[in-house]
């Protein structure tokens, strides 16, 4: 049994978006095992069990993933993750990986992924809300598919959004006010927020919005108003309606199930697509187990694991 | 991040049935977090993931468990598996197991648990049907717990038998035919079965079964007749109903979930007891991700690991 300690570190972008648009693709085809994401709450946070299978690679595994919002005061980071892999033909474990900078990556991916389909232009005006690791994450992954022209950024604290956006070393980035950021064609949301910080007004037709940040009960970055107003596109139905950016809307029924136009695997393999450049496009990522698998893949074929003894 | 290469070797079984025993009382007090496990099929067999949270040892975490039947004709384990602790207060994770001794070890308390509880007598004549790993470590359980005066076992393969009972090392234990294994106070059934192999006309008055074999869908040990004679505990009604003795029964509905009288949780708490010596008792076993923390939290005592890197 390998030990991965620190994949992940030098992992060409390209190939991480690639292998999770494949993964999406085979989510729209229906060539996977993934029951919905479990979760089991803990006295100052989370933790969610992500087990999947994978045929087109003969990859299986789960994830274990915590959250923890007041870990970074503890010089902790909010996410820590490890992955289990299991060889398909006995289940023996085969593998471990730290899967903490994983996580990020192929979140980031996932964003990159919607971005390249649902994005009506090439050259984009992208918006930043919040200035966590993901949204360092979401950028670095859409610089692959999108040419970046500018980037707005805004943060809660003025302070993390000036850094964030010299951070990225590219000539036009901005902190910006939350309105100035929110006038973009790339709209990505990766804050924690329980209660919508993205006004309906502010956003403009033609957006494309990556909703990154809801991924448990209670979350919601999104005016719902913009929700009636776009077409809504999800990972997966049962965990986007379970914490999904959807989740309070669905909940108090101001959105429905049938409301959701479809699936990141659908648009993937061109059965949904973007219908007119005036259309606004919501991709309410919550994050799944075949992404995990997906990078995990090709972290694995890098080295730099521990022998363990197993068996 | 610790590595327990092969935990469980040398754990004393009392403190494992003890550390059971406690962990089915937080159940039946519904002190724990536990969503049901989750199914994953593979090509020649399947994957279960079981996140816990048991607050009264301060533990939490995830079991990753295969069931590859043809495994053995490969050399290696049918069962095989692999524990995650997550620190509750940060959900860092501070420890992997091998988990697959464990497993059995905590499969043969319940069994013992139950027999504690539900056995109407404390010397007992012990019917045990099959003679894989989780039969002999329902044996040297129980015999914590009851005094064996006999031993009856049975297996399809009787030299398998033979050896089982001789490897047993008490002097009253016989293979014998499925018929006689049965006649028994306390019958043991550790049998991959896929349709009922214990008859009812076999089963007398006053006998409890702890019917261990059955955890997936379709797999079923019992005649039916038998669970409706007796009063059947499960350890779980959602585990039980998905995959446990009673999986089948209730899916041609033979057996409703209102005919399950109890579970074992309530029977360690006192909340439900056998009633009559005559009454014929069942306990329904799928295995709680609660018993795989319990034995984990008496395990990592032992030391035995290795220090990985994580952060």
Redesign the interface.
């Known amino acids: 049994m390998q030990?991965f300690?620190?994949p992940g570190q030098d992992l060409d972008p390209v190939l991480v978006n690639n292998a999770v648009e494949s993964a999406f693709a085979d989510h729209g085809n229906n060539r996977v095992?993934m029951?919905p994401k479990?979760?089991?709450?803990?006295?100052?946070?989370?933790?969610r069990?992500m087990?999947?299978?994978l045929p087109s690679l003969s990859i299986?595994?789960?994830k274990?993933v915590?959250?923890?919002p007041g870990?970074p005061a503890?010089g902790?980071?909010t996410v820590?993750a490890?992955t289990?892999i299991?060889d398909?033909?006995?289940?023996?474990?085969t593998a471990?990986l730290?899967a903490t900078r994983l996580t990020n990556l192929r979140t980031g991916a996932a964003g990159a992924v919607a971005a390249k389909y649902l994005c009506p232009k090439q050259e984009i005006v992208l918006g930043i809300v919040g200035t966590g690791q993901q949204a360092a994450a979401q950028v670095r992954a859409i610089a692959q598919e999108l040419i970046i022209r500018e980037v707005r950024v805004w943060s809660r604290n003025p302070e993390k959004a000036e850094a964030f956006a010299a951070g990225l070393g590219l000539k036009e980035s901005h902190s910006v006010t939350l309105e100035q950021a929110c006038d973009c064609d790339l709209l990505v949301t990766t804050t924690p927020a329980r209660s919508p910080i993205v006004k309906s007004e502010w956003i403009h037709e033609g957006t494309h919005i990556n909703a990154i940040g809801a991924d448990a009960p209670g979350k919601q970055e999104l005016d719902p108003e913009i929700l009636r107003r776009a077409s809504v596109y999800v990972d997966d139905p049962a965990q986007a309606i379970h914490s999904g950016e959807i989740n309070v809307p669905i909940a108090n029924g101001t959105f429905a199930r049938e409301d959701i136009e479809g699936t990141l695997g659908e648009v993937v393999i061109g059965k949904k697509r973007r219908t007119s450049p005036c259309e606004i496009t919501v991709f309410d990522s919550t994050g799944l187990a075949i992404q995990d698998l997906a990078i995990a893949h090709i972290a694995m074929q890098r080295g730099g694991s521990?022998d363990?003894?197993?068996?």
């Open positions: 030990y300690p620190d095992q029951p479990m979760y089991v709450t803990l006295p100052q946070g989370d933790f069990t087990p999947a299978y299986a595994g789960v274990v915590n959250v923890h870990n503890l902790l980071p820590m490890l289990i299991l398909i033909a006995t289940g023996t474990p471990i730290n521990i363990l003894p197993f068996l």
